[in-house]
């Protein structure tokens, strides 16, 4: 009988360990994440546009040391990899695609020197065009007031500024006042390159001129000039 029952509380006891809870384990830790502070307007101005020695989102701890994210096209292509330790991330602006959005996707997680996933690498987006310049000249006599501007943008065919064929639109600005007014929009001359525009007043303003953009050139402004 004895024999019987301890058998019997060996077998209660080892249903109730089969049956019972699990014990509760921690969740996994999560890790800091990284992003890529790349601006969403990248321009290019130079044979050699580059964004050097970027530093990784102020959330992204300093152990990181290995990094790499994709630039894909629109189309899903791959056009290259960037990457590096938190503090010295190179982008060059020249190898991205022009005038469309290019997704920097993560390529795995940041790694620490040991080859450790010490950190979670985030997406960005961007936008690369042609840088744009313009130029405002004006001169006032009695009433009539001219002014002259001249737009260029960076060509990469040529590797420098060329001239730039679109409309350009003047602006004038009361002296003291903060508010821009527009006068009015004028494409350039074809033989000088020159767009102008006339007005009549006697009085001193503040004027500039603005080209907008492109699928492939950002806009700018000239700088301002008191006629």
């Given at each position: 009988m004895r024999y019987r029952s301890l058998t019997a509380a060996l077998a209660v006891l080892a249903a109730g360990v089969l049956t019972g809870q699990a014990p509760a384990t921690a969740a996994p830790q999560?890790?800091?994440?990284?992003?890529l502070p790349v601006p969403a307007k990248l321009t290019i101005n130079s044979p050699s546009s580059y964004?050097?020695?970027l530093k990784?989102?102020?959330?992204c701890p300093k152990t990181v040391q290995d990094t790499n994210w994709w630039a894909v096209r629109p189309d899903g292509r791959y056009n290259y990899g960037v990457g590096g330790p938190w503090d010295s991330v190179t982008i060059w602006v020249n190898k991205t695609p022009i005038g469309v959005t290019t997704r920097w996707t993560p390529d795995g997680y940041g790694?620490?020197?040991?080859g450790r996933n010490v950190a979670t690498l985030l997406p960005a987006t961007s936008t690369t065009k042609c840088a744009a310049a313009i130029g405002l000249t004006g001169v006032r006599k009695g009433t009539k007031t001219t002014l002259s501007a001249r737009a260029t943008y960076y060509a990469t065919k040529t590797n420098a500024f060329a001239r730039h064929h679109g409309r350009v639109l003047f602006q004038k600005r009361d002296v003291g006042s903060t508010t821009w007014t527009d006068l009015g929009w004028a494409y350039p001359n074809s033989k000088t390159g020159a767009a102008s525009f006339v007005i009549t007043t006697n009085?001193?303003?503040d004027y500039r001129v603005y080209v907008p953009s492109s699928q492939t050139v950002?806009?700018?402004y000239s700088a301002t000039k008191r006629v």
């Open positions: 999560a890790l800091p994440k990284c992003s964004i050097y020695s990784l989102g102020s959330g790694r620490d020197s040991a009085r001193a303003r950002w806009y700018a």
